[in-house]
T-cell receptor, first 118, second 113 residues
Framework: DTGVSQNPRHKITKRGQNVTFRCDPI?????LYWYRQTLGQGPEFLTY????????KSRLLSDRFSAERPKGSFSTLEIQRTEQGDSAMYLC????????????????FGPGTRLTVL | GESVGLHLPTLSVQEGDNSIINCAYS??????FIWYKQESGKGPQFIID?????DKRQGQRVTVLLNKTVKHLSLQIAATQPGDSAVYFC????????????FGRGTSLIVHP
């Protein structure tokens, strides 16, 4: 399968613990996005990378959240001192370079990591 | 069957009927719109998109209509099948910059066999 992969698929943690999620985008996709999705809502943008550079961050991304994409390939999203309000599905998406790939703006989503904070 | 998007988040139809899912967007500067399908336990999957210089675009069994005057988008699914059961999201975007879409709330489509 050459789609976007995310690990783990499910994570249950206790409040106050740190968690880290990983996203492996489609090869040669230089753009990578993280979203958060709660039940019944659409995905909410968290942050965006172009290659290894983190170009945009949402106000939703508090200082407890940090994301990296050190080599411009896979990315990690870490949440420190988790709170119950952090419980959600965390989605990763990737897209090809503009002009060199498919449709402008088309994003390919992974299956998500479901986080439950007890 | 027809939904009004944010005001009616669930649409139930019979197999074989045509479905219409509606969406209102908010940003007049948005010039690119996408429909996504999300099945339970999966990430959103691209269905069809449309640029603001068009008012209609057709795919396989799906048609997207765009009315920029009233900032309204619709997704029509012909001959709806049980496999079409999912939550459908519209997203608005810009064709410049980081291409970060803003998603609507979504409509749940339930297809009865």
């Amino acid at each position: 399968d050459t789609g976007v992969s995310q690990n783990p698929r499910h994570k249950i943690t206790k409040r106050g613990q740190n968690v880290t999620f990983r996203c492996d985008p489609i090869s040669e996709h230089n753009r990578l996005y993280w979203y958060r999705q709660t039940l019944g809502q659409g995905p909410e943008f968290l942050t965006y990378f172009q290659n290894e550079a983190q170009l945009e961050k949402s106000r939703l991304l508090s200082d407890r959240f940090s994301a990296e994409r050190p080599k411009g390939s896979f990315s990690t999203l870490e949440i420190q001192r988790t709170e119950q309000g952090d419980s959600a599905m965390y989605l990763c998406a990737s897209s090809p370079p503009v002009g060199g790939g498919l449709l402008h703006g088309e994003q390919f989503f992974g299956p998500g990591t479901r986080l439950t904070v007890l | 069957g027809e939904s009004v998007g944010l005001h009616l988040p669930t649409l139930s139809v019979q197999e074989g009927d045509n479905s219409i899912i509606n969406c209102a967007y908010s940003n007049s500067a948005s010039d690119y719109f996408i429909w996504y399908k999300q099945e339970s336990g999966k990430g959103p999957q691209f269905i069809i998109d449309i640029r603001s210089n068009m008012d209609k675009r057709q795919g396989q069994r799906v048609t997207v209509l765009l009315n920029k005057t009233v900032k309204h988008l619709s997704l029509q699914i012909a001959a709806t099948q049980p496999g079409d059961s999912a939550v459908y999201f519209c997203a608005e975007n810009r064709q410049e910059g980081s291409y970060i879409p803003t998603f609507g709330r979504g409509t749940s489509l339930i297809v009865h066999p």
